[in-house]
């Protein structure tokens, strides 16, 4: 490279020499090196401390003789990018150092002396293993953080949901379902639309725990407390009033909507066995289904017109959903 391109200016001796005073003050490694033979022609104390080298060894050095042939050949690939970049180039390094891994930064530019001598390749480099290393622990510290955080959320809504859920069947408390029952009939009300009830129980719940004891009926209890969560949405409420009564209130749907859906909850707990020590128990279900406000203008009918439709079919040997008659009102 006998001619540089206009953008690259011409280094004079005093400007070099304060430039490298002024880096050096920094920490800055700063190293020169021949273009044609690629080896170091200087190489300030900074720049031998960060290779871990004896004063001066540098000088005259090639990289093939200071660095392995992987190192040496990125080194040299950095060196081509830098003679085609008209305003220098950037580039980071992890090289091995002294026997440590050092992550460093380094700018090379292609510069001309004044004197007309051969174009150099000037290179600052500055250290960031520590950098990094501190980027990371905190990095590091901040996903802990992060995390801790998670766990807390995580706990908080475990304590809300303790708060409103019981323990055995996971299912909400009466006290949430009678305030979103409300909720839901006055949303109802105002918007002329219809919801459904359904009052579900246990068929042979006493002889259950007669034969497996209260630990099995418990057992059984959380068996339909799973499936009745996975066969209703996030907007319904199923719920465990108490003992072995159970609801669930289903948002925005009649009559035939919510029988199908408990139909498929039937289904399942008829097919469903519960392992206990060692044995197995099947269950079924009955269930009675109410809707607001055709089979019941009012909450208290509403409970009243599920409860007689789940009686009725237990009466009727259970594993069975019976609808609650609806209400003609005559005309006036």
Known sequence: MSELPPSVSPV??????????????LGLAVMVKDLASGRYEQCNEAAERLLGLPAGSALGAADPELFDAAQAVALR?????????????????????????????AWRQV??????????????????TEVRKRDAQLQTALA?????????????????????????????????????????????????REFALVAVAIDNLDEIRRVHGLEGCERVIEALGRLLRANTRA????????????????????????????????????????????QQIPFTVSMGVASFPHTAGAIDDLMRSADRALASAREKGGNRIVLASIQFVPAS
């Not at 004079?12 to 003050?25: D, F, I, K």
């Not at 001309?112 to 480099?125: E, H, R």
């Open 235 to 278: 907007m319904d409420s199923p719920c465990r009033l108490g003992g072995e009564r159970f609801v669930v209130l289903f948002s925005g749907v009649g009559l035939a909507t919510s029988h199908s859906r408990m139909e498929h909850l039937r289904r399942a707990c008829a097919q469903h066995i519960v392992s206990f020590n060692g």
């Open 144 to 192: 802990q953080i992060e995390q801790q955080q998670k766990a807390m959320e995580a706990l908080r809504r475990d304590m809300e949901d303790n708060q409103v859920r019981d323990g055995v069947s996971g299912l909400y408390h009466r006290a949430h379902f009678e305030e979103q029952l409300r909720r839901e009939a006055d949303l109802s009300s105002r918007e002329q």
């Open 12 to 25: 004079g001796p005093v400007v070099h020499e304060a430039l490298g005073h002024a880096l050096a003050q």
């Open 111 to 128: 510069v001309n002396d004044v004197d007309g001598g051969a174009p150099k390749l000037l290179s600052v480099w500055q250290d960031q």
């Open 77 to 105: 690939a950095a060196d081509l990018q830098a003679q085609g970049a008209f305003q220098g180039v950037r580039a980071e390094h992890r090289l091995e150092l002294a026997g440590e891994r050092r992550e460093l930064v």
